[in-house]
């Protein structure tokens, strides 16, 4: 039982690249999460997934995609990088049944765009 | 505007002492709250939620929420070393989001 596993953990990306952020969880859980982490800033939440099928925007979309591919994995896409999202990326998931309501992380991401 | 706010710190208490850890939040209509606690590097690992007024007990932890007054606290008994961290709040919204505090970089000195 993995729980929640991303990759890369690093990445260097000059402004302008692209690329695709993975995450999965074995938890069976319904709801997915792609946080970014700025110092001072706390967690602040990008995109969600409520359930397979579904994404919503959370607070700071603007320059992310997201794709919910099965229930076991949310990606998160930077189509242009820019210097503005160099941040470290956290994945979570969390099962808002049953009463727990714990949510998990996932190691992180840190990306850095020059 | 942040909706749950923490003092940054860092609060340095000695060891052995007690550490307490504040948050306030602004959403009414946020029903249950969470403590994690991240080391340097690492990801967030929850502590504890709490959900109905009063304390809430835990080992050396005890999670304390107050809806009148929109406060909630962690009190670290005992504190050692190795409860040297940043301990972030979270509120549970309506949607079931949870927004996240800043964070207070806690120290704990031998």
């Known amino acids: 039982n993995a729980g929640v596993t991303q990759t890369p953990k690093f990445q260097v990306l000059k402004t302008g690249q692209s690329m695709t952020l993975q995450c999965a969880q074995d938890?069976?859980?319904?709801?997915m999460y792609w946080y970014r982490q700025d110092p001072g800033m706390g967690l602040r939440l990008i995109y969600y997934s409520a359930s397979e099928g579904t994404t919503d925007k959370g607070e700071v979309p603007n320059g992310y995609n997201v794709s919910r591919l099965n229930k076991r994995e949310f990606s998160l896409r930077l189509e242009s990088a820019a210097p503005s999202q160099t941040s470290v990326y956290f994945c979570a998931s969390r099962e808002l049944t049953g009463g727990s309501y714990e949510q998990y992380f996932g190691p992180g991401t840190r990306l850095t765009v020059t | 505007q942040k909706e749950v706010e923490q003092n940054s710190g860092p609060l340095s208490v000695p060891e052995g002492a007690i550490a307490s850890l504040n948050c306030t939040y602004s959403?009414?209509?946020?029903?249950?709250f969470f403590w994690y606690r991240q080391y340097s590097g690492k990801s967030p690992e929850l502590i504890m939620f709490?959900?109905?007024?009063g304390d809430k007990e835990d080992g050396r932890f005890t999670a304390q929420l107050n809806k009148a007054s929109q406060y909630v606290s962690l009190l670290i008994r005992d504190s050692q070393p190795s409860d040297s961290a940043t301990y972030l709040c979270a509120a549970n919204n309506a949607g079931n989001m949870l927004t996240f505090g800043g964070g207070t970089r806690l120290m704990v000195k031998p």
């Open positions: 959403d009414r209509g946020s029903q249950s």
């Open positions: 938890m069976n859980h319904n709801s």
């Open positions: 709490i959900y109905s007024n």
